[in-house]
């Protein structure tokens, strides 16, 4: 069973920065997109960033240019490093996977990112 964790989030006040962490871990088959999402309350679903196993990024139109999507192919670990943060990145983010070979997507759980003062 394939499980997808992040972890990283929490307070922090408007103008700070987080890291994100996530992992994928018992897959059989190698991961190919990784993708952060995030959903504030009574909002729907965006997505924040994708990479792509060999390094094609995307970026959703709101947070180009203030976070950062990386990723560890060897951990099966993806980073979002956000900065510069806003009380509207509020939200909970989280991560999808796409599995080769079956084309699953799985989803993580999700980690809050509250920004206030």
């Known amino acids: 069973q394939v499980q997808v964790v992040e972890s990283g989030g929490g307070l922090v006040q408007p103008g700070g920065s987080l890291r994100l962490s996530c992992q994928a871990s018992?897959?059989?088959?190698?991961?190919?997109?990784m993708r952060w999402y995030r959903q504030a309350p009574g909002k729907r679903r965006e997505l924040v960033a994708s990479?792509?196993?060999?390094?094609?990024?995307m970026y959703g139109d709101s947070v180009k240019g203030q976070f950062t999507i990386s990723r560890d192919n060897a951990k099966n670990m993806v980073y979002l490093q956000m900065i510069s943060l806003k009380p509207e990145d509020t939200a909970v983010y989280y991560c999808e996977v796409v599995e080769s070979t079956t084309w699953r997507n799985i989803w993580g759980q999700g980690t809050q990112v509250t920004v206030s003062s």
């Open positions: 018992g897959s059989r088959y190698t991961i190919e997109t």
């Open positions: 990479i792509s196993r060999d390094g094609v990024i």
